[in-house]
């Protein structure tokens, strides 16, 4: 797989990192660094005060020299209680002597009258130091949620994006494959990216730009010392690292090893009858404590080899510490010219502060990896194109008022064959079940009815008008598919049944649902019709639910209902009144079934049987039941006596 450092860039665009607020993301990532890299200074002023308090001696022929720091000096050409004057007199030469910038600080902060002493000076640098640490937290914080801002409006981008590839290839889904794929894209992958990407903008900038503030300080104060300690430590900090995930590997493949292991024990459990029939209780229990043994030293081992890694890397952490304390302890005590313990002290702090930073960007590549992964399944799943498109030039279709004709439709999905010159002519106005032992064979010769699944040879007619040649919206608008295990959308009874469209007002809605005899158990709930159904409302029955459907369906009064029944057991109550509604629902339309229920095709003009994506034979039940044996298998094997009696209908 190619990096993936493009699929990131294409996930977070420049320009929407300039539109969502990515420049304030990056101002506040500065200001955390600056006050890091301040915090450092602002420690080497306070321990300087500290060590030499606020003294400055020079010989009294120098004395002149302090006049501007000081104005009274000492017969010995001591002067005491100067506060930060005594830390800018001994670094007057930094960087380099005369320094214009250098003077320009160093003047007004010897003038500041509450740094003039040394309580003063004190009490203004740890007030400082303490500013400057609220502020960098309060920086970090603002990355954190300025990040996780940006982070949630990628994700609801692409959940948006996921969400209305769904729409566009949800309707063919016969077997729910797609559904399933984008139920774990849109909550796991995009969770992923999310999450990683939160972390990547969060240490990304700030971290980058307090390594570049911190090192330069520390160079500043002593760039051979600093050079020194720096590349043991980054060794060290490389081995440990190392030395981590070779722990986590080999613990990870120890207990591959004893998955063979606890297989065969699990395995054991199912041979209780043949260990207590032949007598071999004494041989089992030895075998198995002999792969239980094995499979726990396994296990042990494991996290041993684990232990003794983290071990290992602390030991390594322990040593590069030892190395840096020994490399500026030993400029401390050089002769020549020795490194001030202030100095000393702001370098072992200014190391501690860049470790984290270090961590955190190496942290860099597994989370753009993460993100290259969830982000490439999402871009292959919104890759896929809709089976079913409208031509251009698609021209209105008029509702069937003759026949609906199948002329050697094939249709194949994955490597199964579902439909094989399948020819089948409906006439307008009859009602028809579609029976298989295979049931996607007779969900796509429905599902070809509404264009939700289109030929792969062959043609679908209404009327003798090619339907590949019509209007999704006129082919669509006079037939409705009524999935018998389709939930309920979140929101009201009436909004459900309405589907959000404003030409049905209360009365036709409660018509609808008086017809289909939903009404009744609609007016049993808390608010009626405006009772909330959905994941935080009321929750119906799959009766109840179906039922809802149905009256969804006919509120728009199509010339076409084709009606796939529940495969869930329906409630007494739904299946007292449902026959009483289909009759009703059947009144001068064309239905067709995908029945679950015997009493639905008893009821219908004639059942198709399909075999094998093929016509087999076709006629009312009573007459397929004394010729046709695959009919009578089917029915055998959907509707015995054997199964439990809430699925027989």
């Not at 214009?100 to 640098?125: E, H, K």
Request: proline share 5%.
């Amino acid at each position: 797989m190619t990096t993936d450092f493009p699929n990131y860039r294409r996930l977070l665009p420049r320009q929407a990192w300039m539109r969502r607020g990515g420049i304030l993301l990056a101002v506040w990532s500065c200001i955390a660094a600056i006050a890091l890299a301040a915090s450092l200074v602002v420690l080497f002023l306070i321990v300087d005060l500290l060590v030499y308090r606020g003294r400055i001696q020079v010989p009294v022929a120098d004395a002149e020299q302090l006049v501007p720091f000081v104005t009274t000096v000492g017969p010995a050409g001591v002067a005491e209680d100067t506060g930060i004057r005594s830390v800018l007199w001994r670094h007057r030469n930094f960087p380099v002597p005369n320094c214009p910038v250098a003077t320009r600080i160093r003047t007004p902060l010897s003038r500041f009258i509450p740094l003039r002493t040394n309580r003063g000076a004190l009490a203004t640098l740890v007030v400082s130091l303490v500013g400057l640490g609220i502020l960098h937290a309060f920086s970090l914080n603002r990355i954190r949620s300025r990040a996780a801002g940006l982070a949630q409006e990628v994700a609801t981008s692409l959940r948006s994006q996921i969400h209305r590839q769904i729409l566009r290839l949800g309707p063919g889904d016969l077997d729910q494959r797609d559904y399933s794929s984008a139920q774990s894209l849109f909550v796991r992958s995009v969770d992923a990216i999310s999450g990683a990407l939160t972390s990547l903008l969060s240490t990304g900038i700030s971290h980058w730009v307090g390594i570049v503030l911190v090192l330069a300080l520390m160079l500043i104060i002593d760039w051979s010392i600093t050079l020194q300690a720096l590349f043991p430590l980054l060794a060290g900090f490389a081995l440990i690292r190392w030395e981590r995930t070779q722990g986590v590997l080999r613990q990870q493949l120890a207990e591959a090893h004893a998955a063979g292991d606890l297989r065969v024990l699990s395995e054991g459990l199912r041979k209780s009858r043949i260990v207590r029939g032949f007598g071999m209780e004494v041989v089992e229990q030895e075998r198995f404590q002999m792969y239980l043994d094995r499979y726990s030293g396994i296990v042990r081992s494991g996290a041993i080899a684990q232990g003794w890694s983290l071990w290992a890397a602390r030991v390594m952490g322990a040593l590069m510490l030892a190395i840096v304390l020994y490399l500026v302890g030993s400029r401390v005590l050089g002769a020549g010219k020795p490194l001030g313990i202030p100095s000393a002290l702001t370098i072992i702090a200014g190391f501690a502060a860049l470790l984290p930073l270090v961590n955190g960007i190496t942290s860099v590549s597994s989370l753009r990896r993460v993100i290259g992964v969830e982000w490439s399944a999402i871009q292959r799943f919104l890759s896929i194109l809709p089976e079913v498109g409208q031509a251009v030039g698609a021209k209105f279709i008029d509702p069937v008022t003759k026949t609906i004709q199948f002329e050697g439709v094939s249709y194949r999905r994955g490597d199964r064959l579902l439909l094989n010159q399948f020819d089948l002519c409906i006439p307008a106005g009859s009602v028809t079940a579609l029976v298989s032992l295979d049931p996607l064979e007779a969900r796509a010769a429905a599902a070809m009815i509404p264009r939700f699944l289109e030929p792969q040879s062959g043609r679908v007619l209404f009327d003798g008008e090619d339907i590949g040649w019509g209007t999704l919206e006129s082919i669509r608008a006079e037939t409705i598919y009524v999935g018998g295990n389709d939930p309920c959308f979140t929101g009201t009874v009436s909004e459900n049944i309405r589907c959000g469209d404003p030409r049905y007002d209360s009365p036709a809605v409660m018509e609808a649902a008086k017809l289909v005899h939903a009404h009744q158990f609609i007016q049993r709930l808390p608010l009626g019709y405006e009772t909330q159904l959905g994941e935080h409302g009321e929750q119906l029955t799959p009766g109840q639910t179906f039922l809802l459907g149905l009256a969804r369906a006919i509120i728009r009064n199509p010339a076409v209902i084709i009606i796939d029944e529940p495969t869930e057991a329906l409630d007494q109550g739904t299946k007292n009144f449902l026959d009483d509604t289909y009759q009703r629902m059947s009144d001068q339309r064309t239905v067709v079934f995908i029945p679950t229920r015997l009493s639905t095709v008893r009821r219908c003009d004639r059942v198709v049987v399909i075999d094998e994506g093929r016509v087999d034979s076709i006629g009312p039940q009573p007459e397929l039941v004394k010729s046709c044996e695959l009919y009578r298998h089917w029915e055998y094997v959907t509707f015995n006596v054997f199964r439990r009696s809430g699925e027989k209908g």
